[in-house]
C-alpha cells in the first residue's frame, strides 16, 4: 500500500533552518547534503511503509500516535503520524533538541 506523504510548513520551516546551521553557521556544505539525502531516504520509506519505524521515544508523544525515524549516521530525528493512508511529517530535530515542546 502507498502512503501519501504530506510535510507540513512548520516541518519544512525546520528543515530548512537545520540546512542554513550547517551551511552558514558550521561551514559544512557536506554535513548538509547527507541530512538531505537522509529525509529524502526517509520520505522514500514512509511512502512505502511507514509503519516500519517504532513509536515516539517520549512517552507523551507516543500516546499522541506520533513515530520517529531516525536519519543514518546523523543525529537528527523525523517525526511523524499516521492517519488512514496519510503520513504527516510534523518535525525534523537534532535529537539533543527539546523537540517535544515544539511541535
Sequence with gaps: MAY???ITE???ELLDNLVYHLIYRLKNQQAARHLLDGID?????LEDNPFQFPGS???YLAKKGYHEAVVPQ???I????IREDTVN???IFHQLENY???L
Design 4 to 6: 501519501k506523504l504530506n
Design 10 to 12: 512548520h516541518a519544512e
Design 41 to 45: 531516504s526517509i520520505y522514500d520509506r
Design 57 to 59: 521515544m517520549d512517552s
Design 74 to 76: 546523523m543525529n537528527y
Design 78 to 81: 523525523v517525526i511523524f503520524d
Design 89 to 91: 511529517v510534523v518535525g
Design 100 to 102: 517535544q515542546n515544539k
